[in-house]
């Protein structure tokens, strides 16, 4: 039986988390490809604000702050856990830095 290796060019995704999908893809330098991830699973779960987090951090990444703050605004609306509620603060802190 012969096991196949991977190479250095396959990323693995530890799951299908959006920040895992988002980190995995912009680790690749696909801030864009992250952005249509992203996207489409906000919208099949709108309210889900960890989601808007992920793709503000995504657009940031490819250097679109004001869509990066609207999706920051949106994920501050909504039920979030603490730690992501704090990398909300501290993202629209950046970008409101950066403008």
């Given at each position: 039986m012969m096991v196949r290796q991977s190479t250095s060019d396959e990323r693995s995704i530890p799951d299908d988390?959006?920040?895992?999908l988002?980190?995995?893809?912009m680790a690749q330098?696909?801030?864009?490809?992250?952005?249509?991830?992203?996207?489409?699973a906000a919208d099949r779960a709108p309210q889900w604000g960890a989601l808007h987090l992920a793709r503000g951090r995504a657009l940031e990444a490819?250097?679109?702050r004001d869509e990066a703050r609207e999706k920051y605004?949106?994920?501050?609306?909504?039920?979030?856990?603490?730690a992501d509620r704090a990398e909300v603060?501290?993202?629209?802190?950046?970008?409101?830095?950066?403008s």
């Open positions: 988390s959006p920040a895992s988002r980190d995995a893809l330098g696909d801030e864009r490809g992250a952005i249509r991830k992203i996207r489409a490819d250097g679109k605004t949106e994920a501050a609306r909504m039920n979030l856990a603490a603060v501290r993202r629209m802190a950046a970008v409101n830095r950066g």
